[in-house]
């Protein structure tokens, strides 16, 4: 259905960030979840909803690693412009590791 989406609607940033939260849960392969959150960067390199999904797809409890977390969630910190709402990616990966802890 949320591949239809993305059919449906190409430049709609939701649904592949939907994929990513359906990806984790059905444990697709963090290659899948980066491929998905690249197709939605394509389209809204900010999109909360997606640096939402990503970060904690990749967080160790996920099957990830906190390496993986940090390599990706500082590259919106750093490329997206202040006061970007992408930005939030670097607090929810602090806030994974912390949990973690």
């Known amino acids: ?30 290659g899948d979840i980066l491929e998905r959150f690249t197709s939605m960067q394509e389209r809204d390199p900010s999109y909360i909803y997606g640096w939402l999904a990503v970060v904690p797809s990749l967080a160790k409890k996920w099957g990830g690693s906190h390496e993986l977390m940090f390599a990706v969630a500082p590259h919106g910190d750093r490329e997206l412009p202040a006061g ?14 912390r949990l973690c802890l």
């Open 84 to 97: 970007s709402v992408g930005r939030v990616g670097i607090v929810c990966a602090h806030e994974e590791r």
């Open 1 to 30: 259905m949320l591949i239809r989406a993305t059919e449906l609607s190409p430049d709609d940033p939701y649904p592949w960030s939907q994929l990513i939260w359906t990806g984790t849960g059905l444990e697709v392969s963090k």
